[in-house]
Nanobody, 124 residues
Framework: VQLQASGGGLVQAGGSLRLSCAASGRTFSDYARAWFRQAPGKEREFVAA????????LYADSVKGRFTISRENAKNTVYLQMNSLKPEDTAVYYCAAGRPALSASRRVQYYDYWGQGTLVTVSS
């Protein structure tokens, strides 16, 4: 089973990027999918999550209104559209899959599968 994150890169403040996370080895249509990020010297933090149905999404306050998470179950893929990027968004972004209760969707320990990470760098 593998989650492959892609789409990171260098962008100027105010710009946009779209991250993708393609899964292989099993179907994740019944799993919640999420994005977390980790900046140098900091703990991994929650960014966004989407429930298996796709009808419920959650966002960290720091990205609400700028980032959008979506999923395409037919392709076993989840996306993170990032707009109005800020230098403080600079981090390695990790995709994850798991079956947390809704109330636990923001917690790292409730996700069983993780991608390798993709680096997002936002210059000022």
């Amino acid at each position: 089973v593998q989650l492959q994150a892609s789409g990171g890169g260098l962008v100027q403040a105010g710009g946009s990027l779209r991250l993708s996370c393609a899964a292989s080895g099993r179907t994740f249509s019944d799993y919640a999918r999420a994005w977390f990020r980790q900046a140098p010297g900091k703990e991994r933090e929650f960014v966004a999550a989407i429930r298996s149905s796709g009808s419920t999404t959650l966002y960290a306050d720091s990205v609400k209104g700028r980032f959008t998470i979506s999923r395409e179950n037919a392709k076993n893929t989840v996306y993170l559209q990032m707009n109005s990027l800020k230098p403080e968004d600079t981090a390695v972004y990790y995709c994850a899959a798991g079956r947390p209760a809704l109330s636990a969707s923001r917690r790292v320990q409730y996700y069983d599968y993780w991608g390798q990470g993709t680096l997002v760098t936002v210059s000022s």
